[in-house]
């Protein structure tokens, strides 16, 4: 049976749920090529709003590397979506876009981090997600105070939940 979702957030009810990578692809011109695993939960508990998570493994030994906790939420009456999320790396982030169809899009407007963060620093990113059939895609690109903006991470995910 379907979901019962806030009204605020029915434009994202093709994104709610748990997904696992199947094809992923790592990379930046400063790093060598990197692949990994990553399971993503969009959840809705009856709030007008989506609790975000994700956790990237190693692909070999199932480590765990990169981790991300946030809330997606929808400006009512609107297509504008908001991602607040934080960082295992130490960055926090205001992301701001808009939901298209079965498009999400967001640039971080506003990134934050401790006085001790390592460098360098990321200045800029951008998430894209889109549903193709039952596959839900997924484009980062970031900008360092290194790196001109271009592309980070590629992966497909395949529904779990
Ligand atoms: C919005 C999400 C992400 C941001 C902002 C981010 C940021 C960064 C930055 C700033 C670097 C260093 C680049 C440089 O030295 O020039 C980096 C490298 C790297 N990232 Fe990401 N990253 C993100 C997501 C991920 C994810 C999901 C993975 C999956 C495992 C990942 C894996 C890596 C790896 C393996 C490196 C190279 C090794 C290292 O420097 O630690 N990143 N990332």
Not at 39 to 45: V, Y
Not at 124 to 141: A, G, I
Request: some cysteine; glycine content about 4%; aromatic content about 12%.
């Amino acid at each position: 049976m379907a979901q019962k979702l806030h009204p605020n957030i029915e434009c994202l009810r093709w994104i709610v749920g748990k997904w696992e990578s199947f094809e992923v692809s790592g990379q930046y011109p400063t790093v060598k090529d990197f692949n990994f695993r990553e399971t993503i939960d969009f959840e809705s508990i009856g709030q007008p709003l989506i609790n975000y998570s994700s956790i990237a493994r190693n692909y070999e030994t199932g480590a765990p590397m990169h981790l991300e906790r946030g809330f997606l939420k929808i400006k009512p009456n609107t297509n504008e979506a908001a991602l607040i999320a934080s960082q295992n790396s130490g960055i926090s982030t205001i992301e701001e876009g808009s939901v298209e169809e079965k498009v999400l899009s967001l640039e971080t407007s506003s990134i934050c981090r401790p006085s001790f963060a390592k460098q360098p620093f990321v200045t800029k990113f951008q998430r894209k997600y889109w549903l193709e059939e039952d596959v839900l895609n997924y484009e980062q690109h970031m900008e360092t105070e290194n790196t001109p903006l271009q592309k980070h991470l590629f992966v497909k995910y395949r529904r779990i939940e």
